[in-house]
């Protein structure tokens, strides 16, 4: 056992007021002391007793927007319980050596380079009746990030964080929160459940892929997986502004993704102002032809808007106007061709069309009164902390190419396949377990890229079913393991650039439905938020690889298969010398 305060890890868990037993009577220390798991329980865990907190909170207020960062809301839930819950908050540390359903455990996730989204989170496990856990993995807080502890000194990288951080931490929780709630509820079996989404999501397939016995059901949004080429492409549209030597303002970059929107809307069969069909899209608009000469103008800003990358924050711009020039509408077409290096080998994904142009957010620089590239965000602090090892916050593209990107993104994949990478494509424990995984992702997400999720789920197909034909791999696949495309959605959430379009947030309950229930969500359902315009507020997704595409003058949404544009989600990375799954 490791003895230095550092090494605690605090985990969280909370369970609902029990309907037999009243709160008070047991959200006590003495009986939380009496049910935690013995010692030994999970072998090299020891849990600090004297740490252990506990507290009851009668008038918890769980919102309608669930407890996903981002999600929308909306009302259309069907076991999503929203309003005031009593539940025991219980916290305690260890170290290194429902409401009327009491019988089910959900755990959480976080976002960025944090585990943890505290109680948003944790809110979500109440709402469905299950006792509900998170984790500092040992970061020292619920707010700290894993670029605050994971660099020992300059070239010194600490493991201990990193691997507590990918896969460790969450593990852990769920083994002991799990066999906390077995003994707090006195019950025989208790479902074991997770959702996240983001680096949450990939937190989630960390444990799908390792521990394939913890969860009965995992809810897996817009992974953060292939964490060290997704990172990099974050550093993407800035590079490809300086190599075409152009720096668009935000208001001509805006231009073209609206453009896109009113272009492509009905090309899915129904003008809803959803793109649902991204890869139609991709056939068949073309910034550089379609895009040109059309006008923009856009008001003063003082910053602090939406646009921009990640942790940039937007800064002051002067008004914009004038028409979309051929070089801005080229960096739009290289942005979705993904990385190429410069033997035009294809290196990575990128963002697909209908997407805004976030990353390519520029800086306005009232000195030089020019935009210039914004290299700041994720990507930077990945380049620094993980590949180069110095925390610095800044990085300078100046002399990088796209060969410079695709070398950090190989690197990173050397570096940190047993830990970050986390896309390990044989489930086959999870599924002999019978696990059931439910994964989705905004086909517009400008964050993460949709299609890096295509490929997992096609990864998985082709390494556990070699020997079947297409459809039939597709077939068994989708007995245990669904994907969903979400028309229209941003990054864990809906997109208030297509309002109209649904988002599942009330995935927990289709999981908990074909876990404890085996009803399979051939379709999964979603709801459009309250921003929408559509009289068909309860919608449904269709599972990859089939599309969504509307019928009976936009009524009715046909799941079709399309090959042309199932192919248009799957490139070859030629870049890179070994299979990328
Ligand atoms: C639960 O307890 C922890 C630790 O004391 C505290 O940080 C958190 O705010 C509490 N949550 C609720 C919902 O009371
Ligand atoms: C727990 O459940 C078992 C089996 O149902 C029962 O025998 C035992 O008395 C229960 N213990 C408590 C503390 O309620
Ligand atoms: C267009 O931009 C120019 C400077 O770039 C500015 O002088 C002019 O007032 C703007 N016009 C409108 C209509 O915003
Ligand atoms: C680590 O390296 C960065 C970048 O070179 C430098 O700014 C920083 O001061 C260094 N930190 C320490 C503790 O030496
Ligand atoms: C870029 O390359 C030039 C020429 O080799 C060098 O002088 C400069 O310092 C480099 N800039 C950066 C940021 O590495
Ligand atoms: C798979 O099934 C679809 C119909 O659902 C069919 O159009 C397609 O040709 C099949 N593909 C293969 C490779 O058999
Ligand atoms: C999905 O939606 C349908 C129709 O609104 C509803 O009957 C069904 O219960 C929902 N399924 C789940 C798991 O919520
Ligand atoms: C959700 O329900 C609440 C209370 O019933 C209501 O005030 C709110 O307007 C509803 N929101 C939507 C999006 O329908
Ligand atoms: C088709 O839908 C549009 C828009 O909803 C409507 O204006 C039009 O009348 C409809 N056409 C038919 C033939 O129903
Ligand atoms: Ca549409």
Request: glycine share 12%; hydrophobic share 35%; net charge negative.
């Amino acid at each position: 056992m490791r003895t230095t305060t550092l090494l605690t890890r605090l985990a969280t868990v909370v369970v609902t007021g029990a309907s037999t037993a009243s709160l008070a009577d047991v959200c006590t220390l003495a009986y939380v002391k009496s049910v935690l798991p013995a010692d030994g329980f999970l072998p090299g865990v020891s849990i600090l007793r004297d740490t252990v907190t506990v507290n009851a909170v009668t008038n918890y207020a769980v919102s309608s927007s669930g407890g996903m960062p981002g999600a929308a809301s909306n009302n259309a839930s069907s076991s999503y319980s929203t309003g005031e819950h009593s539940l025991c908050n219980i916290t305690f540390g260890y170290t290194h050596p429902g409401l009327n359903d009491r019988n089910r455990y959900l755990s959480t996730g976080g976002g960025g380079f944090s585990i943890t989204s505290g109680q948003r989170g944790l809110s979500e496990g109440l709402a469905y009746g299950a006792a509900a856990g998170t984790t500092d993995g040992g970061l020292g807080g619920w707010a700290a990030q894993l670029t605050d502890k994971v660099l020992a000194a300059n070239g010194t990288l600490r493991y201990e964080p990193l691997v507590m951080f990918a896969y460790k931490a969450i593990h852990e929780m769920t083994v002991l929160g799990k066999q906390l709630t077995v003994q707090f509820y006195n019950a025989s079996k208790v479902y074991s459940y997770y959702h996240g989404c983001s680096e949450g999501g990939r937190e989630g397939l960390s444990q799908v892929q390792r521990y394939g016995s913890q969860f009965d059901g995992a809810a897996i949004g817009a992974p953060a997986i292939r964490f060290a080429f997704l990172q990099v492409i974050h550093l993407f549209s800035a590079l490809v502004e300086i190599t075409n030597n152009y720096f668009p303002s935000n208001c001509e970059m805006a231009r073209i993704a609206s453009d896109v929107l009113q272009a492509c809307d009905a090309l899915d069969g129904r003008a809803d102002g959803v793109v649902s069909r991204t890869d139609l899209c991709r056939l068949h608009y073309k910034p550089t032809v379609n895009a040109v000469g059309i006008s923009y103008s856009c008001a003063a800003s003082s910053g602090g808007g939406m646009f921009g990358p990640p942790g940039s924050g937007g800064t002051s711009s002067p008004a914009a106007n004038g028409t979309v020039s051929a070089k801005a509408a080229k960096i739009a077409e290289d942005i979705w061709n993904g990385l190429l290096d410069s033997k035009g080998r294809q290196a990575y994904v990128s963002f697909p069309p209908s997407a805004s142009f976030g990353d390519a957010g520029t800086t306005y620089s009232t000195a030089t009164k020019q935009y210039q590239a914004t290299v700041g965000g994720i990507g930077v602090s990945w380049v620094n902390y993980f590949l180069k090892q110095i925390a610095s916050p800044s990085l300078s593209l100046q002399n990088a190419t796209y060969d410079t990107l695709r070398d950090w993104m190989v690197e990173g994949m050397q570096r940190y396949s047993d830990t970050l990478q986390t896309n390990w494509p044989d489930l086959e424990d999870f599924q002999k377990d019978g696990g059931k995984m439910i994964h989705y992702h905004g086909e517009s997400d400008p964050s993460i890229p949709a299609g890096s999720s295509v490929m997992y789920h096609e990864s998985v197909r082709k390494v556990m079913y070699p020997k079947m034909g297409y459809n039939e791999s597709f077939a068994a696949l989708n007995e245990w393991y669904r994907f969903y495309l979400v028309p229209g959605a941003g990054h864990c959430g809906a997109s208030s650039d297509q309002p109209n379009g649904p988002f599942p947030d009330d995935v927990v309950a289709s999981l908990i439905g074909w876990v404890e229930r085996g009803v399979n969500p051939v379709r999964l359902n979603a709801t459009v938020g309250s921003n929408g315009k559509v009289k068909d507020v309860s919608q449904q997704l269709c599972s990859w690889p089939l599309r969504p595409y509307w019928v009976n003058n936009g009524t009715t949404m046909d799941c079709v298969y399309d090959q042309v544009s199932i192919d248009t989600w799957l490139p070859t990375l030629d870049a890179i010398p070994v299979p990328v799954w």
